[in-house]
């Protein structure tokens, strides 16, 4: 005779000691959790929370990235550039976080910049748009212009001819009168403008252009006040400066310190204005492949 076995179900599955399945889904009903749901949402809404202040923080006191939309900083910098600027040489100020919101009194860890150096600013009278020039002039500086060289404490500043500066017509670029521009043998037009190397007591040097005779190669001694900077374009002819009295859409006069927003560091990227977004291949063709990279 052969004997059978059939295996009898548990009427009741056995759990770990102390756990019990039914007790905890009634656990989380009572605490408003829906059984099975994960919390994706609110983890997404904190890592959220996370990256803006992050992301805050970073532009506000290490890097913050500008554009250049003019052409008042050629050969240095040309419309369509793109660049990092350091936060932090200068000091903070209000100025310093986005908006310019008032949380910070005055301006803390100041630092005065050296001549040479190119600045984030805003722009006064109004404050509210940021500026791109070179610092020239310190407090006690004084500053003139006579028949377009600059002259520093009554002495003049070394101005040596250098080959033309040329630069594509593009979207981005213009010249600035048809007696510069030129067309190239493979049939694009680009601007060559007049080219010359200023040296700065220290040894800072750098490019300006020069179009020719304009007023404001002529300008009366200025001296710097405390506080204060004295800030000019690398394309003397086609920028509104220092030279110039502050006034809306006009010049800056002389720049308080405390509108500093930070040092240009190096140009992270420069399109021509040629990139159609749907053209992808133009993100590439338009790129100013030579100008990445550039540093100050």
């Not at 005055?106 to 009278?125: S, T, Y």
């Not at 601007?191 to 190669?217: A, I, M």
């Amino acid at each position: 005779m052969t004997a059978t076995m059939t295996e009898t179900p548990d009427p009741a599955p056995k759990h770990p000691a102390g756990h019990d399945p039914v007790a905890a889904i009634a656990a989380k009903v009572v605490r408003g959790d829906q059984p099975g749901k994960p919390k994706d949402e609110e983890n997404f809404f904190v890592f959220l929370i996370k990256l803006v202040l992050v992301v805050g923080i970073f532009r506000s006191f290490v890097f913050s990235p500008f554009n250049i939309p003019s052409e008042s900083m050629q050969p240095r910098l040309v419309n369509g550039d793109y660049l990092l600027a350091a936060k932090w040489p200068y000091g903070f100020s209000r100025y310093s976080l986005p908006f310019s919101l008032p949380l910070i009194p005055g301006r803390i860890l100041a630092h005065q910049p050296q001549r040479g150096d190119v600045a984030i600013f805003k722009a006064p009278p109004v404050n509210d748009l940021d500026y791109i020039k070179r610092v020239i002039g310190l407090p006690g500086d004084t500053v003139q212009m006579k028949g377009g060289v600059l002259f520093l404490n009554g002495v003049a500043v070394p101005k040596v001819r250098q080959a033309d500066f040329v630069v594509r017509v593009s979207p981005n670029t213009t010249c600035h009168s048809v007696e510069f521009e030129v067309l190239e043998k493979d049939g694009n037009p680009t601007c060559h403008y007049p080219q010359f190397r200023e040296t700065l007591p220290g040894g800072k040097s750098y490019n300006v252009l020069d179009f020719g005779y304009s007023p404001q190669d002529d300008t009366p001694p200025v001296v710097v006040p405390a506080g204060h900077l004295f800030l000019m374009g690398d394309n003397r002819d086609n920028s509104m400066d220092s030279r110039f009295p502050a006034m809306e859409g006009g010049g800056i006069g002389l720049v308080p310190q405390e509108n500093l927003v930070g040092r240009a560091t190096i140009v992270m990227w420069s399109t021509d204005g040629g990139a159609n977004w749907f053209l992808p291949w133009t993100w590439f063709t338009a790129a100013r492949w030579n100008r990445i990279g550039g540093t100050f």
